[in-house]
Structures are given as C-alpha cells and as structure tokens.
C-alpha cells in the first residue's frame, strides 16, 4: 500500500538561513579535541570582515566593557547537526558585541570527555558553558564546580541537571514535537501496525522526553499502534542506525513504522529502507537535516522529517547567554532578539518555536 506523505510546514520562518550541510561527518574546521584546543582557537584573531571591525572598533572605544567567553559545547563535533550550529554560534561571535564565544567539544557522543573539557574550562576562567548533555548525570558534579566557580550554566539542544542550570534553551516544546512525530508515522503507515523507535542513546535527555511524551500520546490516540521492543540506541551513528534498522526488519517482519529521533538515526534508517526496497512498506519519520535527508525523501525512503534551524539555535545560545552574565531578568511571555525573531520564555526555559516538516514536495525549498 502505498504511504501517504504529509506536506505541511508550521513554520517556514525557521528555515531562512542559508547554511548548506552534508550527508555525514563534516571536517573539523577549528581544533576541538580537548578544551584546551579551543582556548587556542578562542585565542586566534578573527576573521577581519566589516562586522568584525566594527565590533573591535566599539569595543576598542569602550575600554571599560566586558567581553564574556562564552564556549559552546555540543553532544559531539563532526555531526551535520552540530556543525550547522556551530555556524549559529560563529554568527553570533561576529555580530553580538561583547561575547568571544567557542564552538567545541568532543569527537565522538562521551559524557566522559565532556567532563574533562568542562574541567579544563573552568581552570581557564570562561564566563558561560553552554552544555548539550550526552549525560546529565554524569556532568552533575563537573558542572556544580563551575557553577561554584562563578561560571554560568547554561543547557541547549540535550538538557542537563536542571538543578545547576541558570537557563535552559529548547529548539522546541518537547511535548507538541512528540506528537508531531506520531501524528506523521500515522499519515503514512495508519493507526494500526507495529512499529518502532530508534534513539541517540539512553542518557540523552531531549531524545528520552519525546519518547515519553509520544508514546503517552500514542496510547491515548492510537491504541492500534504496537511498539515492539524498547527503543533502539544508535549512538549518534549513521551506520548503527543502518545497521540496526535491518535487525529489525530482520527480526519484525511485519514492521509497518520507524522513529528515528537524533538527526542521524533517520538517515541510516532510510539507506536501510532503500537497500530492501521497502519504501511502499515501512513508514519513516524523525528528527534530520533536510539536506542530509533529501535523497532518502525524494524514493520515499523516509516519509517526513521535522525539525529546527540548528544554526538558529546556536545563535540564540550564545544571545541568552551574553543576558544571563549582563545579570538581565527574563520575563515570562514572548521575547523578540534581534536579527532573530521571538522566542518564548518559561521560568528559566526558553523555547525557540514550532518545528518544521519536510517532506518530498517541499525539501527542495530549503538548504540546510
């Protein structure tokens, strides 16, 4: 039977930015190994644009102003994801006068060696350590020190212990993106059949809050639906969410749907799909880059995907940060940034707005 494909977008503003991305694991562009690469980095001069000189130049004039070091540290570098924040929060260094902000942090999706980067930060001095937690609990402790340090805490993307954060950014509210998601496997594979979830791993936060608000939603709504088996860890891999994706074709013969939630997952899921020639058979929606998924949607591979703008999320990370060390209150209720547009602000969460779908009829309109 062939799988219907849902073709609308909640919020096409999201999606203006001009950034490219690529299937796969892109080139480190600045050292980002350990911490102290990046205080390397965050030494070297920038890049002497129009922007950058103005931005020198005021600060220059006003001696007396404070330029914060703000470091920026995702699940993992490499990922398309992360790079195409990255290129939010290099934005973000030329634009926001005040703030030298970092993008780095570990080579492959390890609380453990997010733990030393964060110890090497805090003997550094940064102002702000803006954290996507690979395990919030695993960075408890690392990040308690910083905060006693004087250094401030921020989340973004993976939450982190809510007890030591001073403010948490979500791309999104996790509750209306959960369901998004059901609502898109259910246009395409129907309200009955069996289905299953890839995710990043475990101890990923973000990944486990829509899983449970999903399946929630699900057993309310769509009682037909039957999951069959606990959700699957792909470690932030293309290749293992390929891999595993045939295991359960394998195992599940009569698999009808997949999530795949991390930006990855869906993508080795569709390259699984291709390879069988299931297209007319599974359903696949979730959490990926359009240019990354543009293949895999336009031979049906993967039915929908829904997500942000990345870069627009490290912009705005490196933004609330620069709030926060001002010692700026931010009130509930809607916030306009410049060069942004409006956030919403929940005690000490801020939520940047609704996702967009892309499906085969509209990726091409977007490039990121």
């Not at 999320?313 to 209720?333: M, S």
Request: with cysteine.
């Amino acid at each position: 039977m062939k799988k219907r494909l849902l073709a609308m977008v909640l919020s096409l503003s999201m999606c203006v930015c001009t950034l490219s991305g690529c299937a796969g694991k892109n080139e480190e562009k600045t050292p980002a190994g350990t911490a102290k690469a990046a205080a390397e980095t965050t030494a070297e001069k920038k890049e002497e644009t129009p922007a950058a000189e103005t931005k020198a130049e005021s600060e220059e004039s006003a001696q007396s102003a404070k330029e914060y070091n703000i470091v920026v540290m995702p699940k993992a570098v490499g990922l398309t994801y992360f790079e195409a924040a990255r290129a939010g929060v290099e934005k973000a260094d030329k634009e926001i006068d005040g703030v030298n902000a970092v993008f780095t942090g570990p080579t492959v999706a390890d609380a453990a060696e997010q733990v030393k980067m964060i110890q090497d930060l805090i003997s550094q001095g940064v102002d702000a350590i803006c954290v996507s937690a690979n395990d919030a609990d695993s960075l408890t402790p690392v990040l308690k020190q910083a905060k006693e340090a004087g250094i401030k805490i921020l989340d973004w993307d993976s939450p982190a212990d809510p007890s030591v954060v001073d403010l948490s950014v979500k791309e999104i509210d996790y509750k209306t993106y959960a369901e998004a998601n059901w609502d898109a496997l259910v246009e395409s594979m129907g309200e009955e059949g069996e289905y299953a979830i890839l995710t990043s791993t475990l101890t990923a936060g973000t990944c486990n809050e829509w899983i449970k608000f999903g399946s929630d939603y699900a057993a309310e709504k769509y009682p037909g639906l039957k999951l069959v088996t606990d959700p699957v860890c792909t470690n932030e891999s293309v290749q293992e969410a390929y891999t595993k994706t045939l295991d359960l074709i394998t195992t599940y013969p009569d698999l009808k749907g997949i999530i795949g939630f991390s930006s990855p997952a869906p993508i080795g899921a569709g390259q699984a799909i291709s390879e069988k020639g299931l297209q007319d058979s599974i359903a696949l929606v979730g959490s990926a880059m359009p240019n990354d998924a543009r293949t895999y949607l336009h031979d049906g591979s993967i039915d929908t995907v829904l997500l942000w703008d990345p870069a627009r999320l490290g912009y705005i990370t490196v933004y609330l940060a620069k709030e926060i060390l001002d010692g700026k209150t931010l009130k509930d209720g809607d916030m306009e940034v410049p060069g942004f547009g409006t956030v919403t602000i929940q005690g000490n969460h801020v939520i940047m707005g609704a996702p967009s779908i892309f499906t085969d009829e509209n990726v091409d309109d977007f490039n990121f």
